[in-house]
């Protein structure tokens, strides 16, 4: 990964450069970095806010020989992928089901995996990453002081950006390596190890509902597994999370 890294002072998102660039062919490996994005974008509609200089902003462009529908995989690895590099930088990084990366129960990190795809086969895939590594208090909109954090600011130490983006690019492509040649149940198990989700009370809201109940699994797919307190297992597979304190 980032054999061929293309490097922007500013783009509106790197998830939407790297888009075109794989539309006119761009090849599997090959990333996006931007300083700064001025429409950073995050899930479910939202901004990811992307001040120039202090933080990694990038896209991979990846084209796995995958049925579309499991292309949402591909997010889990990425997950994985962080965690383990923000945890070789002495964190405890854990995951929030689907793909968010926290340290000290803050948001450090999120991924956001685009798809081009025919109903048989994947053309390719966008996964966009978005790393805060040396945001201070005050680079962060007043709406998210009490719920994002930076590396910089769970180590006290500044992190240099190009080493951290060499030693995700090299996690990612290793667990990328592995998920292809042994499929999910690695990156799965791997994933469950490293979350602080399951076993949690939990409050989910979907496009369709608001459920509360206790996470207790991730199934083969990736999709949340929550028990209700009327005792039935609900599945699913998109939406917020947010972890109820007992
Ligand atoms: C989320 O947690 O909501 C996902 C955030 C994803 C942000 C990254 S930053 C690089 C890439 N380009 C974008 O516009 N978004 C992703």
């Keep these: 990964l980032g054999r061929t890294v293309h490097h922007h002072e500013s783009v509106g998102s790197t998830n939407e450069q790297a888009f075109r660039l794989a539309q006119d062919g761009a090849e599997h490996g090959e990333v996006v970095v931007a300083e700064q994005q001025t429409a950073g974008k995050g899930r479910r509609g939202r901004a990811w806010v992307s001040p120039p200089g202090l933080n990694l902003y990038f896209s991979a462009i990846l084209r796995p020989e995958l049925p579309p529908q499991r292309a949402p995989e591909l997010t889990l690895v990425a997950a994985v992928a962080l965690a383990e ?86 996690r990612m492509e290793e667990w990328l390596d592995r998920y292809l040649e042994e499929g999910f149940d690695p990156v799965r198990a791997r994933w469950k190890a490293l979350s602080s989700t399951l076993g949690q009370d939990v409050l989910v809201r979907t496009d369709r509902q608001e459920l509360r109940g206790r996470a207790e699994d991730i199934d083969p797919s990736g999709a949340l597994l929550v028990r209700t307190e009327e005792g039935s297992l609900e599945r699913v597979l998109a939406g917020d999370v947010e972890q109820l304190r007992p």
């Excluded at 995951?95 to 994947?122: C, F, M, Y």
């Design 85 to 170: 590099t923000l945890r070789d930088w002495g964190t405890e990084a854990a995951i929030k089901w689907p793909n968010d990366v926290h340290l000290d129960g803050r948001k450090v990190a999120g991924i956001l995996t685009e798809l081009s795809a025919e109903p048989e086969r994947v053309h390719f895939v966008i996964v966009g990453v978005g790393v805060n590594l040396n945001s201070q208090a005050e680079h962060f909109p007043e709406e998210l002081r009490d719920t994002a954090t930076s590396l910089a600011l769970a180590t006290g130490k500044p992190v240099p950006r190009a080493r951290f983006a060499a030693a995700l690019w090299t």
